[in-house]
């Protein structure tokens, strides 16, 4: 990535400082250091390649040189904010896809928590992170992996769920420069509204299988089936047990139930 074309890019935006790497081991990494370190709101951590890329639940995330992003922003929640933390990885993927429909006139969804789906495939993943001195939270880091052209979709037996670009889903040509900028132009404006109404909305009419049978693999202890309800106003997914009660899960993996 030509690192003036990237800040080119971005002059528009508020962000006060870019840290762009050809290589670095995860900018997820990276950036709870720099925010640990006192970062500003919205410093940006991008990387070309990563050889320690992280997804959620420790599993690896591959970014493909030239074909995918892969970036980080920093930021700092407020006192109000740190009760419902879990809605910022909902930010990263709101933005994806404003980003998608805007620039390609297709229509995404969200896996619960913060998978974009394109077709039912992922397209993009998000990875929330905080850091913290003692109990006082130095910083919290938005990842987001965006598999934008063809070269950049792993191969099937290296993903637990299947994967698709979203060149593919899209007739316009993909820039990544202008995809970035996109995306983060969307995340900066409902930074400020993540606890609105607004925003929640804004992810609820993006989120995959409402009303449909769905299997919860919690990180830890026995999977859970339910119908999906909903989201609750800190993020928790809604599921509806077979005997009709109601069940809000903080974290998990979600599936579409395959009838059996
Ligand atoms: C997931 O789907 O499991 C989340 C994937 C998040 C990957 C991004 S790539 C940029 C940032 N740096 C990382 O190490 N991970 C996130």
Redesign the pocket.
Known sequence: MDEQALHNALIDLAIPQIHYFEETD????RALALAAQGAHEFTLVI?ER?T??????G?R?E?AAGASL???LILHPSYEELERLGLFSFLGAVAICLAIEALCETKPQVKWP??VLLGGQ?TA???AETTWHGNKLDGLVV???INLLPGSVPPASEVMFPATCIQTHCDYPMVRLEFLASALNHLVFWRSKILSTEFLEAYHARLAFIGQQVTLIPTEGKSVNGKLIGIDQSGKIILMMEDGNEIAYPIGDLRLRVAS
């Not at 995860?26 to 990494?29: H, R």
């Not at 320690?52 to 639940?57: I, L, S």
């Open positions: 995860s900018t997820n990494e990387a990563q320690a890329g992280r997804g959620r639940f599993r995330w970014t892969a970036f980080t913060n998978d992922k993943g998000v990875l990842g987001m992996g």
